[in-house]
């Protein structure tokens, strides 16, 4: 496998494959990195660059084969593998997460609900059913899962990370406001939201400078 | 203001932010950068390299003024001034981001929701009722807005950050999957929640890689 790529190009990897996707969608079968540039606002030697950590892909003078394209990043992002994820916590964003369509397409797919609120109890989403939490090892004993959404409270969200690594998961998604600390061998990608919140406001800061009055 | 301070490090201060809050929540006056390290799992050197991006703050021997580290940083994030909020598409993920309480204390706060769905109209999340997005254009005449977060479908994010901008907001959070093309003075913080899924599917193939069998 590729090490030492930095994650500057590997947060890029995912726009890329939405465009090429987009692409195949519209019918293109061939694009210059001139073009895909253009359409994506990157230089088209960071284009390059990018492409070339990954050994390449365009033939000099030919441009990219669109599908050819699409599928490597798709290989390269993991995206030829089914992943079965289950969500704990499942309030307004946990259900935003699972009523999301758009994730079946690239692989993900919503196996499993779980919550603590009695009232949720046997209401499904999408013909999942909502299971409560006391039920999740069982569940974990027999069914495959590859992804733990955490949507719960930071208080929560520790306990339950303990809870699925202990049986084996291997990957969480963090939307808890808490960084994680798990072993070597899992990974763990977060979305803070009120991270994002203050990069924008660092970045209102920077455009829109307060003036010294 | 400062410039040329690479993404990476940008990433990182709402991290140091949130740790600060904590040391300051319990108590802690003074931390030396190698206990920082360990509780945020950053090595020291790297703690004073980011900090030094904006001048230090820092005395040798003596560790961080906790407090005043917080508020400086708190400053640099832009969070000394009050951002006002409007959510547009009060689906799931909208209702999330409207209903989480922890965003006033930072400053954040909701003033506005919108969407199409007539049987939202007149609902109240924390106070503030759901208006129809026909109402948008009267309220941004007479009401600061200073973000947009756009949790609605990608086909309709465009024209409703047209739509914001025409009336001078300058900054956009959005988590309607498609890339915005905005003027200069205009910044835009994506939340993409599937580009996030394919990194967490990068990283679990490259620490299992598949087997050639």
Known sequence: MQNGISSAVIR??????????????NGVDRISSGDLSKSMHITAS????????FGGFGQQGYGYNVK???????????????HNIIVIGVGNLGQAISNYVNFDPLGFHMVGL????????GKEIRDIPIRMIDELPEF??????????LTLPKEKAKEAADLVLSFGVKAIWNFALV??????DVVVENVHLSDSLM?????ISRKNPKEDS
Not at 18 to 25: A, F, M, S, T
Not at 68 to 76: N, V
Request: aromatic share 10%.
């Open 199 to 203: 990069r924008l406001s660092y970045d």
């Open 114 to 121: 779980f919550d603590v609120n009695p009232a949720l109890k």
């Open 46 to 53: 960071q284009i390059r660059q990018d492409l070339n950590n």
């Open 140 to 149: 974990l004993e027999n069914h495959q899962v590859d992804i733990a959404a």
């Open 68 to 82: 050819y394209l699409h599928d490597e990043i798709g290989k390269i992002l993991g995206l030829d593998q089914r």
């Open 12 to 25: 890029r990897m995912p726009r890329y494959y939405r465009y090429l996707e987009e692409l195949l969608d």
């Open 179 to 184: 960084d994680l600390d798990v072993p070597d």
